[in-house]
């Protein structure tokens, strides 16, 4: 049997003869075949596993909650290719849509149907965005939005949250340097101390730090930007007072509020974070779920602001397949299906009846489960952390450790404790029951 789903009530334990037969052998040829042409064998650093040891499974296809590998075995996927897949693999609808239009050409270079198609639909469902623009990922996103907040106010300071995460440009792949709302360290090398330089770095729900910023330098801020909900370094789920402090002080200030969405718009509703806390933020980055599981980001937010963007404005910002049709047409086809509201109704109810069962199964074990709808995270410390400061590296070594095991028993979990996992609609009741049964009884387990 190559299939790893355990179909048995009463798991507690790992079957050690069943995961001992999970065949790896084409993984891992592809694995050393792929080292020697891509650096790590990999586009992504996380897809290498080197957080939770052992090689990586080599994907060859997807449906609906499950990933095949090419060594025939089969997962329960709770990565959803880290978020996009809101309704599993091959959804026949968003495939129908890319098939259809992948036939009429792949891109054009030259203006479509589509993307007003999408941007009609998201400025009508989200009442912060008057107009909006297409990039082809979440980093260019953000990017593309600091660049148009500082193009707007004439200010160079951008602050961001220790333990978000905003893509890979240069002034946001920063850290903490020594001292609370000092000017930050590059996290990477390759960053010049003038762009790092540039991002001031505060804790997350921390007021007094974020007042403090704004009293000594808010002059000179640009924008604050933070995650609709912190989930790229666990679930930190602030406090809406927190957001509504950022959302006041940027105002008082004359900086710009960024709400950094792309893995959390469309994820939690259709009006992401800024409908859960209530708040209207000058700019939104969105990516992920947006383009239907191909490459694609957006940004939008205030007529006013956005058209500072060339060729109305100043600020210069292009792509060449900006606006791809194909990425466009699953995009909507995806909010399409999100749109009456049923599918969240459906996710919120499949989550919390995920969670609950895992939790039941952990009983005693020390662990905390953060779940905002779709999107968990299990974390083996007592206190449930909302900073980054507070999540404990003994727990997250304890996930890692245990990563394998899921692996093993068909279960595809993100592969680092810091990463979120997400339920889609393809999952059924019964198997989310199933897996926190196995689940369970793994994470529980001792050591
Ligand atoms: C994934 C993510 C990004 C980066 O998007 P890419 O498409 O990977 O470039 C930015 N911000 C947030 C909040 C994300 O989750």
Redesign the pocket.
Known sequence: MTNGIVKSKTTNIIDEARIAKMKTTRSEELTSLSEAVIPGGVN?PVRAFKAVGGGPRFIERGSGPYMFDVDGNRYLDFCSS??PLIFGHADPDIVKAITEQVQRGSTFGAVTEYEFNLAEFIVSHIDAVDKVRFVS??????MSAVRLARGYTGRDVVVKFDG?????SDYLLVKAGSGLATFSQPSSAGISKGAAGETIVLPLDDDAALEKCFAEQGEKIAAVII??IP??NGLLIQRPEFVKLIRNLTEKHGALMIL?????GFRIGMEGAAGMYGVTPDLL?Y??IVGGGL?V?AFGGRAEIMDKLSPNGPVYQAGTLSGNPLAMVAGLATLNKLADGKVYQRLEQNGALFVDALTAKLGDAVFKIARVGSIFWVVFQDEMPLSAAGIESAGIDRYNKRFRSALDSGYYLPPSGFEVCFISAAHTEEQLLTAAEVLGGIMGGSN
Do not use: L, Q
């Open positions: 992504s880290w978020g990922s979440g980093t260019e996103a953000v978000c995460y905003h893509g890979h995650e609709g989930a790229n950094d969405e792309v893995i959390t980055t990516g992920k490459p980001g």
